[in-house]
């Protein structure tokens, strides 16, 4: 059974920086496209980055150039390095698996859903 647990979420400043990671457990191999989704207060779950298991990444424009999403197969672990923070981010992040999908397409089609979440992690960003 696959499962996702993540951490590194937190309260900081408008400007600053935080590290989300994500470790998956339950795969027997590492082809998979994994990428983080937020949810803010009221407004629908997002797509944010993803990257696939050759190391193709994709970003939703809103984070392109202060987020950068990378794994460790080795450690089978996700992260999201979130700089220049901004209160428009303050939302719970989660992370996401798709064994079928690329990482554009997790980031971008409505017609893909991730196969696997975790329980979220709340990234709060205070002005």
């Known amino acids: 059974q696959v499962q996702l647990v993540e951490s590194g979420g937190g309260s900081v400043q408008t400007g600053g920086f935080l590290r989300l990671s994500c470790v998956a457990s339950?795969?027997?191999?590492?082809?998979?496209?994994i990428g983080w989704f937020r949810q803010a207060p009221g407004k629908e779950r997002v797509a944010v980055a993803a990257?696939?298991?050759?190391?193709?990444?994709s970003y939703a424009d809103s984070v392109k150039g202060r987020f950068t999403v990378s794994r460790d197969d080795a450690k089978n672990t996700l992260y999201l390095q979130m700089n220049n923070l901004k209160p428009e981010d303050t939302a719970m992040y989660y992370c996401?698996?798709?064994?079928?999908?690329?990482?554009?397409?997790?980031?971008?089609?409505?017609?893909?859903?991730?196969?696997?979440w975790g329980q979220g992690t709340l990234v709060t960003v205070s002005s």
């Open positions: 996401a698996t798709d064994a079928a999908g690329g990482a554009w397409s997790m980031v971008h089609s409505p017609y893909r859903s991730p196969d696997v």
């Open positions: 990257i696939d298991y050759d190391g193709s990444t």
């Open positions: 339950g795969y027997t191999h590492n082809r998979y496209c």
